[in-house]
């Protein structure tokens, strides 16, 4: 669409510069029907050129319509295994949990699980190339561009992220660990605050999971409209029934809160009240 939109322009201008020749020079001269060809060749190439990018538009919002689809079906899919397992530990005593994990979870299983989860979102978010949309008149579409960089920043940062988040869910293997309580308590600290903060990354994946699940609703709701024009009736559909369906089949019960802010916000917390403890020099003074 850049290639269709610039040479818009140039056409354009090479058909204003004609018309501009046409009325300024002798209308018997060579002059004037070298400028009758630069209108009539550039009117042609203008409709050529419009009609290509038109196309190109087209196909690329039918693109982003099924691949859309493709990423509310994996992100759905993670976030059905993340209620499982969180109803799963909710169902366990610590002792069980700890059990179950040293004979069942595996860090190579787990590792190789997540970097599988790793690879599928790079495959979901390599084919939303956003920077190839361009409006034809820039400052009419800002809206749309905003909501697409919304969106590449959704799957392109916080979906192809999302697998470091799951490899922490699998840290109760770490309590069942053969090395010393004290090597263990160098890493882990004290065993049952380490525990509950494990509980609690499984219960803050399945959040940031139902967070950004949310998120693609909302940006597909923004865009459903904009484009409605451009898309078949096939599309338009999925677009327009896609945020309704995530809400209804996933997040009518779940916990809506943006986990990372939320993070960020405690260790931010937790930065300003170390800095503001004195140090020994200062209370020696």
């Given at each position: 669409?850049k ?7 140039i056409?354009?201008g ?9 009325c300024?020079?002798n209308?018997?001269?060579v ?9 009539t060749?550039?009117?042609v190439?203008l409709?050529?050129t419009?009609?290509?990018?038109f196309h ?7 693109k ?14 993670d976030y059905i295994?993340a209620k499982?397992r969180?109803?799963?530990?909710s169902?366990?005593s610590?002792?069980?949990m700890?059990?179950y994990?040293?004979e069942?979870e595996?860090l ?10 790793h690879?599928?979102y790079?495959?979901l978010?390599?084919k939303?190339?956003f ?8 400052w009419?579409r ?5 909501v697409?960089e919304?969106?590449d920043?959704?799957i ?6 999302l697998?470091?988040?799951y490899?922490?869910?699998?840290d ?7 090395a010393?309580k ?5 890493v882990?600290g004290?065993?049952d ?21 949310n ?8 865009l459903?409209p904009?484009v409605s024009?451009i ?13 309704s369906?995530i ?10 809160r943006?986990?990372r ?10 930065w300003e ?11 020696l003074i």
């Amino acid at each position: 669409m850049k290639l269709f939109a610039r040479l818009f322009y140039i056409l354009f201008g090479v058909f204003v510069i004609g018309i501009v020749a046409v009325c300024l020079v002798n209308p018997t001269s060579v002059w004037s029907r070298i400028a009758a060809g630069l209108v009539t060749g550039s009117f042609v190439g203008l409709v050529n050129t419009l009609t290509n990018y038109f196309h190109a538009r087209q196909e690329f919002f039918e693109k982003m319509a099924l691949s859309l689809l493709n990423v509310e079906f994996a992100l759905g899919e993670d976030y059905i295994h993340a209620k499982s397992r969180n109803a799963f530990i909710s169902e366990m005593s610590k002792k069980q949990m700890i059990k179950y994990a040293a004979e069942n979870e595996h860090l190579e299983d787990t590792v190789a699980k997540s970097e599988k989860m790793h690879k599928r979102y790079q495959e979901l978010a390599s084919k939303f190339d956003f920077e190839e949309y361009v409006p034809l008149i820039p400052w009419t579409r800002k809206k749309t561009v905003k909501v697409l960089e919304a969106m590449d920043d959704l799957i392109s940062y916080e979906l192809v992220h999302l697998y470091g988040d799951y490899r922490l869910c699998f840290d109760f293997t770490l309590l069942s660990s053969p090395a010393s309580k004290e090597e263990q308590q160098m890493v882990i600290g004290d065993p049952d605050e380490f525990f509950e903060s494990v509980v609690q990354e499984n219960k803050d994946y399945q959040d940031l999971i139902a967070f950004n699940l949310n998120s693609l609703a909302d940006l597909t709701e923004s865009l459903s409209p904009k484009v409605s024009r451009i898309l078949s009736k096939t599309d338009r559909d999925i677009l327009s029934h896609l945020p309704s369906a995530i809400r209804d089949i996933h997040l009518k019960d779940a916990v809506i809160r943006d986990v990372r802010t939320e993070r960020a916000a405690e260790v931010e917390k937790e930065w300003e009240t170390e800095g503001n403890e004195p140090d020994d020099e200062t209370e020696l003074i």
